[in-house]
C-alpha cells in the first residue's frame, strides 16, 4: 500500500490500477482485502489482470465485486488448442472455463474484457478465429483484445503473427462475435 500511495501522489490523473502478477490474483486468498485497501484510497478505476480458469467458483466472484474492469484470456476455440496453449490444471477443463467467463459475465456489474493472444500455425487462421468467435458471442464481453504472441514451446519468434495478418484476423472475430475487438498491434478498433 506505501507504493500505491507513492504512486497515487506522483500520478494522480491515472486510468486504471492494474492487479495482476506472477500468478493469478484469483488465487491470492487476500484478494478481497486487497482490492478494498485501495478502493479506500484512490477512485481510480481498478482492473484484475486473470487467466479466467478460476471465474467461474462463487468465492472468486464475490472477491471481484470491487473490480471495475476483469481482463481475462481467451486463447483457443477448443478443449485442444486449450490444453496445449495454456497447460492447465485438471481443475479447469476448457467446458468449466468458457462456461465460467460466461456466467461470471452474467454476475458480474463492472466490464468484462477478453484478451486473445493469437498464435501463427495454431489459433491465427481464420477456421480458428471463427470458432472462438462463437465463444465470444456467448461470453458476451464488453471487448476483445487481440494481440499475437511467440509461443514457448516453439521457440523465441515462432507463432509470431504479422501486424497485417492479425488485422485482419481482429476484423473477422469482431464481425463473426458482434463484439468490439482492438488490435492490440495498432490504435485502431477493429469490428
Known amino acids: 500500500m506505501a507504493q500505491l500511495d507513492a ?11 492494474a492487479v495482476s502478477g506472477d500468478g493469478d490474483p484469483t488465487l ?36 471481484l465485486r470491487l473490480a471495475d474492469v476483469v481482463l481475462a484470456l481467451l486463447d483457443a476455440s477448443d478443449m485442444l488448442t486449450y490444453h496445449a496453449l495454456n497447460r492447465p490444471l485438471d481443475l479447469v477443463p476448457f467446458a468449466r472455463y468458457t462456461t465460467g467467463l460466461a456466467q461470471f459475465q452474467q454476475h458480474f456489474r463492472g466490464k468484462l474484457w477478453l484478451l486473445s493472444h493469437l498464435v501463427g500455425g495454431i489459433t491465427a487462421i481464420e477456421a480458428e478465429v471463427v470458432k472462438m468467435a462463437v465463444l465470444v458471442r456467448n461470453i458476451d464481453p464488453e471487448k476483445v483484445f487481440v494481440t499475437s504472441a511467440a509461443h514457448p514451446g516453439l521457440g523465441e519468434t515462432k507463432g509470431v503473427v504479422g501486424e497485417e495478418r492479425l488485422r485482419v484476423l481482429a476484423r473477422l472475430l469482431g464481425d463473426q462475435s458482434g463484439v468490439p475487438v482492438i488490435c492490440e498491434n495498432s490504435t485502431t478498433w477493429i469490428g
Open 28 to 63: 491470492h486468498v487476500g484478494l478481497t482485502a486487497l482490492l478494498k485497501a485501495i478502493r479506500q484510497r484512490t477512485k481510480v478505476s481498478l482492473a484484475v489482470v486473470s487467466s479466467g480458469g478460476l471465474l467461474w467458483r462463487q468465492d472468486v466472484q464475490r472477491d
Open 7 to 17: 504512486l497515487l501522489s506522483s500520478h494522480p490523473t491515472l486510468d486504471y490500477i
